[in-house]
């Protein structure tokens, strides 16, 4: 469930309170003062069986007396009474209800139920949708509609809140009253047992009043649903969550590497980036961020070398430091640059920050300033000034204002003072310029812009089209977990996990296993030497441990020595261990490789998630490691490996030569695959994975295996759906239906390039030939969870591959209605093809219950509609265009409530 009657909680046209009261402070008697005080302009009714007006109006004994069913209930009764009014509100119509009530939780029942799940229950019938309990309200300033515990109905703003701690939210309606920062919705969650934050994302990122989002989040628990949210919304506005930070609880002993390196933050943070979006660690970062990213047209797309202009060494030096703190990048500016600040200022710190003295004059502002913006360096400016006796911040602002505006890079300004700057603050936060008091703020805001841009950029860039024709064997992996798990064993040790990275093409070094040192010897000898022996338990997770790994070993002899020597050791310090072997592998000699880690875990609620980072013995210590979400492209893995300290290594640098970078990206793309299609795998290590210029190996692996029975649905975005692929014959010709995938990014442009100019107009309706590459990255990496586009591929006469028709299709996030569009190749009409595409994408919807189809067409587009009645749907005239639409039969199944 997502959006249904939701417009009820936030545009109602009646509302009933439930336990309204004249006893003071009480929360029946706040409720009533708020909603009248605010100025909501419709009925107001209060309920109560034992008075007969409440704050001087007239009140109603029970819900079924009112004299209509109300849009919006609030109820703030006992937790028992609250199921059986929500049913019987459910019952006259009433479709949105805020419980202020806690304690529903508690069990009091004797079979253990509890009032919260009777509540859920009652309103299922009637998708009656709930806010709480335990919330503190909601705010819907466009209607004047404080159902809040606030006395105050906040100002009318464009920023949206929605937070899931009543005190939270409470303590930020106060702070942001204070700073005159207004709000076009203002939500508290409570308990969030039905509207939740997917909910809320879903909503607020189609309303028109609102501009930014800005949550503050505790927990979440369906994470495909947040995460689908999520990223709708971050590609039509800023997203911007606060949470608290959790230190990451100390490893316990024998812990995998995964477990201790992907802690829950990392791992949400790491859903915050994929998603789009941007995570600040404080309030007040909240609102910087807020008011910055608003000016996105402004702010997005530039570099991030910043130039510093101020009236004062010391406020510019405190800026510098924080910029480089954050790892930011202070400009170097050119020659060319100095030349023309000498030109224009009589003195100047010749560096950056450019100082230009505390008297500065406005005229010497201004030519500075536009020197700053003509040079090519310089990506974005910060502007300062310290409030002085010799020129007011005021007159600086008037004279500098009209270039700050129009300036073609990303200005920031901040003004040191008290109220001597206030009227330069104010005229800057009219003409849309962010506006900050300490040089730290606007730093920190300049560097949340990047991180923002960083997350942006993942969530829209195309990867490239790679040909990787490798096809992994899915089913030989299976059996090998199958036969683990039947035989009661959770971990495959090296040899079986080097066996299952094998079948997904990770190169792995081959490892033999012996029962005893004798056995050892003969393995020795045929492999070759230098060798290396390591112990081989289910239950020692890190060889070093125990001592369990004997390197270059030389000669049969040293072999036994070190095997026999091995075998005591473990039996006396690991006594418990199962032993199943000793394993031989040749030593490897590759001096200039560096040791990484790749690897997976899975969060208690984002599911799975990749680990890469700097490995060997030492990786926790090290902690150089970053967090990714499957499914991965060739892209966001590079954007993995970008994002550790390591990096910088694998690159060139004096006498080493880069490593393969592209063999890197590869084994962290099979690994997302293999973490895809077995889904019993809940944890493994690859440690160490050399990389060098020659390529990757993987030295050491191991898997711990789990039965899973909600197979892709633990993930939290959902991969590239295989399974519906399929070769079809028309007219002699074979043709490859599939979903489309984010490397179908250039066949879809050159499609739409081959496409007539009036086939191109018909279909978007409006004339256009170039689409723009942040929209094709929005028509190739959709979400398989709520929207499927299907091309078909056909071969031409050279053997390339060549995209020949889509059809599209966009549910709603309820998986009610589905809008969708066609198009075919041009020359190739009238074949059979859109028929094909439009019968396949029918068969899908139907397959996961979607109730409706529509589409819209020109009125002159004939094909459109005879396709769309050859297909069986009805088409008719709404206003100037034509509908076409289908119901289609889902024989009596109800849909799923969530998508």
Known sequence: MSVRNLEFLFQPRSVAVIGASNRPDSIGAL?????????????????????????????????????????????????????????????????????????LQASGQPDGSSDEQKMLDAAKPYVLRIIGPNSMGMLATGVRLNASFSRALPLPGTLAF????????????????????????????????????????????????????????????????????????????PVIVVKPRRAPEPPQAGASHMSALADADAVFDAAIRRAGMLRVSTLSDLFDAAETLARVHRLYGHGQRLAILANGGGASMLAADALSLGRGELVSLSETTYAALDAVLPSWSRGNPVDIIGGASPEHYLAAFDVLQKAPEVDAILFMHATTAAVPSAQIAKTCLPALKA???????????????????????????????????????????????????????VPAAVADDFVPDVAQARA?????????????????????????????????????????????????????????????????????????LSDALAVRKAAQAMLCRVHELRPDARIDGIMVQAMVQRPRAHELIVGMTSDAVLGPVLVFGQGGTATELIHDRTVALPPLNRTLARHVVDRTRVARLLASYRDRPPVDHE????????????????????????????ADEHGVLALDARVRLERN?????????????????????????????????????DALRDFYVSCAPDDMRLRFFTARRDIPLSELARYTQIDYDREMTFVAFACDADGRSMMMGEVRVLCD???????????????????????????????YLRARHTRELVGECLPENDSMQRLARAVGMTVHRDNRMLECVMHLDLQGEEPPTSC
């Open 31 to 103: 409720l009533m003062h708020n909603l009248r005080q605010g100025g909501f302009e419709g009925p107001v009714w209060p309920v109560n069986h034992r008075q007969k007006t409440v704050a001087g109006m007239r009140a109603w004994r029970a819900v079924s007396d009112l004299p209509e069913a109300p849009e919006l209930a609030l109820i703030c009764t006992p937790p028992a009474t609250v199921p059986a009014i929500v049913a019987e509100l459910g019952r006259i119509g009433t479709r949105a209800v805020v419980v202020f009530t806690a304690g």
């Open 162 to 237: 929605v937070s899931q701690s009543g005190a939270m939210a409470a303590a930020m309606l106060d702070w942001a009253s204070m700073r005159g920062i207004g709000f076009s919705h203002f939500v508290s969650l409570g308990d969030g047992v039905d509207v939740d934050f997917g909910d809320m994302l879903d909503y607020l990122a189609s309303d028109a009043g609102t501009r930014a989002i800005l949550l503050y989040v505790e927990s979440l628990r369906v994470a495909r649903k947040f995460m689908s949210a999520a990223r709708a919304a971050a590609r039509n506005k």
């Open 709 to 745: 029975a909600v197979g892709t649905r633990r993930l939290a975005i959902r991969p590239y759906p295989s399974a519906l692929e399929q070769t079809v014959i028309l007219h002699d010709q074979t043709l490859l239906l599939r979903p489309i995938r984010p490397e179908d990014a």
């Open 480 to 552: 090998i977990i199958t036969q683990a798990l039947d035989a009661g064993r959770c971990v495959l040790g090296e040899p079986r996990a080097k066996q299952l990275l094998g079948l997904y093409g990770i190169p792995v070094l081959d490892t033999q296993v012996a029962a005893d040192a004798s056995q050892a010897v003969v393995l020795a000898e045929a492999i070759g030497f230098p060798v290396v022996l390591k112990i081989l338990s289910p239950d020692i997770a890190h060889k070093s441990d125990v001592s369990g790994v004997a390197l270059n």
């Open 813 to 843: 996030p309820d998986n009610v209605r589905a809008e969708f569009a066609v198009q075919v190749r041009s020359g190739i009409k009238q074949k059979g093809l859109g028929r094909l595409l439009m019968q396949r994408m029918i068969d």
């Open 407 to 461: 300036s073609s890079k990303p200005v920031l300004c901040c003004w040191l003072g008290g109220r001597a700057v206030t009227h330069a603050q104010r005229h800057c936060s009219v003409a849309g310029i962010p506006t900050y008091d300490t040089p730290e703020r606007a730093v920190r805001a300049f560097l949340q812009i990047l991180e923002y841009r960083r997350n942006q950029r993942a969530l829209r860039e």
């Open 663 to 690: 063999a890197l990206y590869q084994v962290l793309v099979r690994v997302s695959q293999l973490v895809c299609d077995l889904h019993d795998v809940v944890e493994m290590d690859i440690n160490p994975l050399l």
